[in-house]
């Protein structure tokens, strides 16, 4: 049997807007028994709020298939890192996320007074509220030692205007104010794969659908998955020239991934 991922942003939507075919995708997959993920390096919302934003596309799906690299980063600092307060630079729903650990947040109020220096995790998402502030005070905690963790390494996003920047760009800055390097959570690496491998369950063969050669193309190879690119999102046919990650199929959207399913046994 076998088992699909797909990315959110790009594949599924862009923006408020879905991609044409997508819930025909979706309602083939639940008649059939296929199992499936929805697996988004974005991490200003929960799964939660995805299911709600989903189900307003006309496109039904439990939150418990949806994995957001917030979520999967709150799994793996509960796993592998000791407790102790965070600062969040992200959207709301990296602040759930970590609110969730019930380790403790330094607020921006709570920088100001001198606070930053108790921060020992800086977690850092797409934050559609950055300020100067927030990368100062980020900056100060991670050079005196606090642990620097990215959701995503994704520099843009596509939205319905066009490319948005990402996680990627804020964590660029702190990279550079800081020389230290963060521990990326998200695609393609291997946290999140871990993750995503247990929801699937028992399946002989993942397919990984996309729109980016650098983070879901590189993840598909990277873990022995069928690559699956479609070009609604960021990627492009002159990109897959240049780049060392090439797809196992390209595909227009993700309303032709029907045809192959069909075949599928």
Not at 57 to 81: C, F, K, N, Q, W
Not at 140 to 163: K, Q, V
Request: net charge neutral.
């Amino acid at each position: 049997m076998i088992g699909i991922i797909f990315d959110m942003d790009g594949v599924i939507y862009r923006g408020n807007r879905p991609v044409e075919g997508a819930r025909e995708v979706v309602e083939y997959l639940k008649e059939k028994g296929i199992p499936f993920l929805f697996l988004t390096n974005n991490s200003t919302k929960t799964p939660r709020m995805y299911k709600e934003k989903l189900l307003s596309m006309g496109i039904d799906v439990p939150a418990e298939r949806i994995i957001t690299s917030g979520l999967a980063t709150r799994l793996y600092m509960e796993r592998h890192m000791e407790p102790g307060r965070i600062f969040v630079i992200g959207g709301k729903g990296l602040h759930e996320e970590m609110e969730k650990l019930n380790w403790g947040t330094v607020s921006l109020e709570d920088c100001r007074e001198g606070k930053w220096r108790d921060i020992r995790h800086v977690v850092v998402g797409l934050d559609p509220g950055l300020t100067y502030e927030k990368l100062k005070y980020g900056t100060l905690a991670i050079r005196n030692g606090a642990s620097f963790i990215g959701t995503n390494p994704d520099t843009t996003y596509p939205a319905e205007e066009g490319l948005y920047p990402g996680a990627g760009a804020i964590i660029a800055s702190l990279k550079a104010s800081t020389e230290r390097d963060p521990l990326i959570i998200g695609k393609p690496n291997e946290p999140v794969y871990e993750i995503a491998r247990e929801k699937m369950g028992s399946v002989d063969e993942i397919w990984m659908v996309g729109d980016r050669l650098d983070t879901d193309i590189a993840f598909a190879k990277r873990f022995g998955m069928k690559a699956v690119m479609v070009l609604t999102g960021v990627s492009t046919l002159e990109d897959v020239k240049d780049s060392p990650f090439k797809p196992d199929l390209i595909l227009p959207s993700v309303k032709e991934l029907l045809n192959y399913l069909r075949v599928v046994k």
